[in-house]
């Protein structure tokens, strides 16, 4: 394993957190590199169930290290509440690494996130409402603060001031809200930098020296391939790069560390928020995948749009990530399906498209074109070996691996741990 990046290769909630999960009981750390708390997993411990938006899978195993990296932008409350959480579930948080470099979602990142949205009306982008794109639009424009700056009030407050001159004139006139107090947002702030400060340190050294001396170090991505900022469906994206470049960047090494990427993607595939999709199931067959795939958002409860398996978009999360395995999730939702389609084309106009259009006008009118595959109608929930799965789900598995051009390393056929099958 070394090295590996597991990251979505979809539009997030492929079921990442159990893949990390499956991974990390044998990593020595499992490093978050972009995102937010808009992200969200659920790891089940024992008879106890764990929502985590910021820490990292692999809390629950005592040898490793969760890690916070310097890509991420953080919401203190929202962690320190976090790692309450877990220490009243009897784990221990004191293990947590969050970078000095990493970005503070402030008061005003959230209140603008949610004034630009109602502001964009219809075309909204239906975002999580956590801050997370004014905090990263602040990183780049370079008025952001850092958690190193927790530590150093003087500076802290001159930032919060710095920030505020334009976010005061901005808040209440072009969005009509209440301006806010530099004061109050500095005094919650620097209340909540000791709590924090044990936590906090060079997260690019620490993971340098893992990988130098040959630890297992995993990069857990947070939502997916066709949500990157720069590779994504723009501007029906996040503000950050969920991509295999993203962990490169977020986590502060060099490209040559890493020795395996894994794309996780469900066996249909689902978005939320808004956005092309051109494999978008409206009927009854994407009501049933939303009902047994359980299709709500873990952060806002938000109903998943659902759809067919498209490879187009597959093979393009493989070509921009390098993806050098496939891991297959929620395979026996399926069994439900007489006959199962995967896109393996598109069509506008008169134009046919085997790879992702690059233009989103073209996307938005793309029709899929389908190939029809058997159900296996039955129920795969108990299978744990490749070749006790019925014929029609390996044929499926291997149409995917043909079609996309990388072999498929894992299946999971239910929510448990154990309801996974390891091909190779
Ligand atoms: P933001 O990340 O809150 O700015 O939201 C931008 C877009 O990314 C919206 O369409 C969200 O629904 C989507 N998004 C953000 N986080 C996740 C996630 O963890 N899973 C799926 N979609 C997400």
Redesign the pocket.
């Known amino acids: 394993m070394a090295a590996t990046i597991v990251l979505?290769a979809q539009?997030?909630?492929e079921g990442k957190g159990r893949v990390v999960d499956y991974f990390a009981e044998k990593a020595d750390f499992v490093v978050r590199f972009q995102?937010?708390n808009?992200?969200?997993h659920t790891i089940v411990v024992g008879d106890q169930r764990l929502a985590l938006s910021l820490i990292p899978s692999g809390i629950h195993y005592p040898n490793c290290t969760p890690v916070i990296a310097s890509g991420t932008v953080i919401d203190p409350a929202v962690l320190i509440a976090e790692m309450d959480m877990v220490a009243e579930k009897g784990l221990d948080p004191s293990r947590v690494r969050l970078s000095s470099n990493a970005h503070l979602i402030m008061p005003y990142h959230r209140k603008l996130?949610a004034a630009i949205e109602r502001y964009l009306g219809k075309n909204l982008?239906?975002?999580?409402?956590?801050g997370?794109?004014p905090a990263y639009t602040d990183k780049f424009s370079r008025f952001g603060i850092r958690v190193q700056d927790l530590f150093d009030p003087k500076i802290f407050r001159e930032k919060v001031d710095a920030a505020l001159v334009d976010k005061n004139k901005i808040l209440p006139r072009v969005y009509n809200t209440l301006p806010m107090d530099a004061g109050e947002i500095t005094d919650e702030y620097l209340g909540l930098a000791e709590r924090l400060r044990p936590h906090v340190t060079d997260t690019s050294l620490l993971i340098h020296r893992a990988v130098k001396e040959g630890k297992e170090v995993l990069f857990e991505g947070?939502?997916?391939t066709l949500?990157d900022v720069d590779h994504g469906t723009y501007p029906?994206?996040?503000?950050?790069n969920p991509t295999a470049g993203g962990a490169v960047i977020g986590a502060g090494i060099g490209p040559k560390a890493i020795d395996e990427v894994v794309g996780v993607a469900k066996a249909y595939i689902s978005?939320?928020?808004?956005?092309p999709f051109p494999t978008e199931l409206n009927d009854e067959t994407g009501d049933t995948m939303i009902e047994l795939g359980g299709e709500y958002?873990?952060?806002?409860g938000?109903r998943?749009r659902c759809g067919w398996l498209d490879l187009v978009a597959l093979r393009y999360a493989a070509r921009v990530n390098g993806l050098t395995r496939l891991f297959i999730t929620k395979m026996d939702i399926l069994s439900a399906s007489d006959t199962i389609a995967v896109a393996t084309g598109y069509r506008a106009g008169d134009d046919r498209y085997d790879e992702f259009p690059s233009q989103q006008s073209v996307l938005y009118h793309c029709e899929p074109e389908y190939v029809e595959l058997d159900g296996w109608g039955e129920d795969i929930t108990g299978v744990r070996r490749y070749e006790d799965l019925p014929k029609e789900a390996r044929a499926y598995i291997e149409f995917i691996e043909e079609a996309v051009e990388v072999p498929v390393g894992w299946v999971s056929v239910g929510p448990e741990r154990s309801q996974l099958v390891e091909i190779r």
Request: charged letters at 20%; a positive charge.
């Open positions: 979505g539009w997030g909630d995102g937010g808009n992200a969200g996130d982008i239906g975002t999580t409402k956590k997370i794109g947070a939502q997916g949500l029906f994206v996040t503000s950050s978005r939320v928020g808004t956005g958002g873990t952060v806002t938000r998943r």
